[in-house]
């Protein structure tokens, strides 16, 4: 087949134990940005629920300093109340990225949302201290400078530069580098790849047994008019099968091959016709070792 | 349409008989080799859907053992299409279910319950210890860090304010014997310590984490936290001395200090060997050598949170309970013998089996 995405800046190759190429598409920028805010999001909702769920068994959270250094038992409860909003607090920052890509996924729910996954760089299996390691580092690109710039925009002191460089010094990291790697994939050898999942289409050429046999026949010379590239393209066209769409291209395959332009019910089995011979005519050639990989070719 | 999903599910139903799915001959030869085994290929969708959602129980063994069945039987159909069919959607579709299964099959996990099990016998002491380098300079600038802390305060008290930092505590230079005793033994009520054992363990372990995801920068921000902490120590260690109390502020601080400090230098450790595989990546490239590096100094990071959850219970409750130095001293020397037994001496006879086998 045509490698048509081969241009693709985004496309690697992996090659499998049984030498099989599997190929990846790497995650865009945009998509791993929408991630994380919906993570962050998801984050901030949980800890909001955490602090109601908490402070209404509390009641409240009132006189929480007096409560902290009693010993009556609804001091004590409240002691324990506190010390779990710490440890929820702490595990909603640091597990959350973990958690989720240590499951058999390998993503977030903001990362399921958006079609993507993580994966590892060298196509070795992906171990729990990969996932460990990359996320690690999301303490010092997110949540440092942003805690850092929130207190600063508080005191009004001049750190703000400082963190909001911070910041950026690793938010752009992914925009330096090929693979597309934050510091955190860099560490941990993963990369964040696209999760391809449609179902699959129709065979072409299946005809139901009621569909007389179109009257096309295409002449050698009609079919040569084209390659590979155009056979994609016109599938494409036919699974979509918009009026306008093939309208265009029947006048553009008429003109260059000089038939009379078919009009209205014609075009779906003109075009039908002319996609399965022209398609056994290049499947003939490659069975044969010959490719031929555009018009030009 | 419908039809051809009915033939499809009859295909997949067991005891089928094969001639049921050539639904209807497709005039291409490329599209009859899809017909004949699209069946498999769809099946081999449903399992690894059932996977990717964790559903491994809703599995029947003879699914789980025809997968890697299927899985073969899919990349030899994938190569074959490669070659033989333009059919681009079918070919872009066994792609994906390729790497899909992939995922599925080779990141074979252990599960993490497996993986927790492999790290407390013998990984994270093997992790521990393959820093050795790293290791000895983060103990040695925490020893440095101390000694130049301790230095800069006796040579000009005004540093100590500078070091702590804290306002309002009663620990500053000139403060009374009794006073400095006093935040030693009792003072503390003996109440809300469970609270306060989470918030040490909590601010501990956002510190740690901070020294190790700083390695990334050649580890000098990590040597820099590390200073800093020391410092810190030094001062303090300065401060009772001049009062006749060393022996128990060693002891105050033993008894969690011994766990928390050793936590903190591996992070610092696992921080520096990150910075040293980026600065010197030796012949493996500096990617690979980063992650190499990063995998290891992340295991010792799991432990790091463990140990810092222990030195926070210690710190809360154990400091408070225990009111008499050489019973805290007894405690801290336990716990650092007790680390030191199982990172150096745990998890070797192992490895040296596994190198003789």
Wanted: overall charge positive; some cysteine; hydrophobic content about 50%.
């Amino acid at each position: 087949m045509v490698d048509l995405r081969r241009d693709d800046p985004r496309r690697r190759t992996l090659i499998t134990p049984e030498g099989l190429m599997v190929p990846f598409t790497l995650a865009s920028r945009g998509s791993r940005v929408g991630a994380l805010l919906i993570d962050l999001l998801c984050m901030l909702i949980s800890l909001i629920l955490a602090a109601v769920a908490i402070s209404y068994t509390a009641g409240g959270l009132r006189d929480i300093d007096r409560h902290l250094h009693g010993a009556s038992a609804q001091d004590h409860a409240m002691q324990a109340l506190f010390a779990l909003w710490i440890i929820v607090g702490f595990l909603i920052r640091n597990a959350w990225f973990m958690a989720f890509e240590l499951g058999p996924r390998g993503a977030t729910p903001g990362k399921r949302l958006l079609r993507i996954r993580i994966a590892a760089r060298d196509g070795a299996r992906l171990t729990p201290e990969r996932v460990i390691a990359r996320n690690l580092l999301r303490d010092i690109e997110i949540f440092l400078p942003l805690t850092m710039l929130a207190s600063s925009m508080g005191e009004g002191d001049s750190t703000g530069w400082l963190a909001t460089g911070w910041f950026l010094l690793f938010a752009l990291f992914p925009l330096f580098n090929r693979d597309r790697l934050r510091a955190g994939d860099l560490i941990a050898g993963t990369w964040v790849v696209e999760r391809p999942r449609k179902p699959l289409a129709r065979a072409m050429t299946e005809q139901s047994a009621e569909t007389p046999q179109a009257a096309y026949r295409f002449r050698d010379a009609d079919l040569a008019a084209y390659g590979e590239y155009e056979l994609q393209r016109l599938e494409e066209v036919l699974r979509l099968r918009k009026p306008d769409q093939m309208a265009l291209v029947v006048t553009a395959i008429c003109e260059k091959i000089g038939w009379h332009v078919p009009h209205g019910p014609e075009v779906g089995p003109f075009l039908d016709a002319y996609y399965a011979q022209l398609r056994e005519k290049l499947e003939g050639g490659m069975r044969m070792g010959r490719r031929k990989a555009d018009k030009h070719g | 349409m419908t039809d051809w999903i009915d033939a499809v599910k009859a295909r997949l139903g067991r005891g089928a008989p094969a001639e049921e799915g050539a639904i209807r001959a497709a005039s291409l030869r490329s599209d009859r080799f899809r017909q004949e085994r699209e069946g498999d290929w769809k099946r081999l969708d449903a399992i690894v859907l059932r996977l990717e959602q964790g559903r491994i129980g809703r599995l029947s063994d003879e699914d789980l053992l025809e997968l890697p069945v299927l899985y073969r039987g899919l990349v030899s159909s994938l190569s074959i299409a490669r070659e033989t069919s333009l059919d681009m959607a079918t070919v872009q579709w066994l792609e994906a279910l390729a790497q899909r299964a992939w995922f599925q099959l080779h990141g074979a996990r252990q599960g993490f319950g497996g993986w927790l099990k492999g790290f407390f016998t013998g990984g994270w002491s093997r992790a521990v210890r393959s820093m050795g380098l790293d290791l000895w300079i983060a103990f040695g600038v925490l020893v440095a860090g101390t000694v130049l802390g301790w230095l800069l305060v006796a040579h000009d008290p005004q540093w100590y304010g500078a070091l702590m930092g804290g306002a309002g505590d009663v620990r500053v230079p000139g403060a009374s014997r009794e006073v400095l005793r006093g935040t030693l033994f009792g003072a503390q009520d003996q109440n809300g310590l469970g609270a306060f054992a989470a918030y040490l363990f909590g601010h501990n372990a956002q510190i740690s984490i901070l020294c190790f995801a700083l390695g990334f920068a050649f580890g000098v921000p990590t040597l820099m936290l590390l200073v800093q902490n020391a410092g810190m120590l030094g001062a303090m260690l300065w401060l009772f001395h001049g009062q006749g109390l060393t022996l128990d502020v060693v002891g105050w601080l033993s008894i969690h200090g011994t766990t928390e400090l050793f936590a903190i230098t591996l992070a610092g450790a696992a921080g520096l060997h990150i910075g040293r595989a980026v600065a010197f990546p030796g012949r493996r490239g500096a990617m690979a050598a980063a992650a190499e590096a990063g995998c290891r100094a992340a295991v010792v990071m799991v432990g790091v949170v463990l140990m810092l959850v222990v030195a926070g219970l210690l710190e809360g409750f154990a400091r408070q309970l225990i009111q008499d130095t050489m019973r805290r001293l007894t405690v801290g020397g336990g716990m650092l013998g007790f680390w030191l037994l199982y990172f150096f001496a745990y998890g070797r006879q192992r490895l040296v089996k596994k190198r003789h086998g």
